[in-house]
């Protein structure tokens, strides 16, 4: 039996989507081609893999043993031709990373102009979300966070400034009217504008000085998701409506312009900057390769 590659790359990118509409967005082709790609399988294969219903996009028993099988083997097939298209003076195709917003906001800006201007070939696709990914399964190639949500099995590479911290701020009003925190435990008396994950965890704000931590979970008027909604608690502050905690680069222009005042600025917490991660398999994507390299060369980027 022969059967089309291009039909099975097609099975795989909707069933990893869940759908034809994504599928399309993930692979860079068309619904109705991915749609007649698969029926054109299934004809051939003589089973049905996918149950299609006009809002979902479910595997079939026999779809779900076959994806199984074929992801990694395609995942080789493409790192196989990677190698071959890694002979060209400029690698070409696509990367597909997977980051957290503060990473899209505060570390990329620094990286993605030079990178793609090095690299004309290579079309960079960055997916944007707080929550942490099997990047694979996602159809992504690399991923960006931090060390204490990375998997044993991945490799690591360091990229973006090496230490960051999270900053405390509110608006000069706000501190005027309702006095100035000196020690963290009194935010517990006043509005912080606090954020939550999208899995519905909210973490509690953490300060250190001179070695003692603290930990306190203030309550406020404002609860944002993290990443997507921090603007909205970053402009709430500004406004005067409470103290908000986020990264301090995201938070460094307000504090030039005097929009934002630091709040406990000696309590401030450090900890390590980002890393790219990938899985640790023998063949790198030529794409990824070149990536890993820019990052890795010595510039102010970090």
Not at 17 to 31: P, V, Y
Not at 80 to 102: I, K, Q, Y
Not at 191 to 197: E, V
Not at 273 to 284: C, N, S
Request: hydrophobic letters at 45%; a negative charge.
């Amino acid at each position: 039996m022969k059967i089309d590659l291009g039909d099975l790359n097609a099975f795989v990118a909707v069933a990893r989507a869940k759908g034809f509409r994504d599928g399309a967005r993930a692979s860079g082709g068309s619904a109705s081609g991915l749609s007649e790609a698969v029926r054109r399988l299934e004809t051939q294969l003589g089973v049905r893999l996918l149950n299609r219903t006009t809002r979902s996009v479910v595997l079939t028993e026999a779809g779900a043993s076959l994806l199984a099988r074929l992801g990694p083997a395609l995942t080789e097939v493409e790192s196989a031709l990677d190698v071959v298209n890694g002979f060209r003076d400029r690698p070409a195709g696509t990367l597909r990373l997977n980051v957290p917003v503060s990473a899209a906001r505060l570390v990329l800006p620094s990286i993605v102009p030079g990178f793609l201007a090095a690299y004309p070939g290579i079309r960079l696709e960055v997916i944007a979300e707080e929550s942490f990914v099997d990047v694979l399964a996602a159809g992504c190639d690399a991923g960006i966070r931090y060390d204490e949500r990375l998997e044993q099995d991945m490799i690591a590479v360091p990229i973006g400034p090496r230490h960051q911290c999270f900053a405390t701020a509110a608006s000069p009003a706000y501190l005027d009217g309702h006095g100035r925190p000196q020690h963290p435990r009194d935010l517990l008396g006043h509005a912080c504008l606090r954020g939550r994950f999208a899995s519905g965890a909210m973490p509690p704000w953490e300060f250190e000085r001179d070695g003692e931590v603290v930990r306190v979970d203030p309550t406020g008027p404002l609860l944002v998701t993290l990443g997507g909604a921090a603007d909205l608690a970053v402009d709430a502050a500004i406004a005067g409506t409470g103290i908000v905690s986020l990264f301090e680069d995201w938070l460094r222009p307000h504090f030039e312009s005097g929009a934002l005042e630091p709040v406990l600025e000696p309590w401030w917490q450090s900890f390590p900057g980002p890393f790219l991660y990938y899985p640790g398999r023998r063949l790198v994507p030529a794409p990824l390769r070149a990536f890993i390299d820019f990052i890795k060369v010595p510039a102010d980027r970090s």
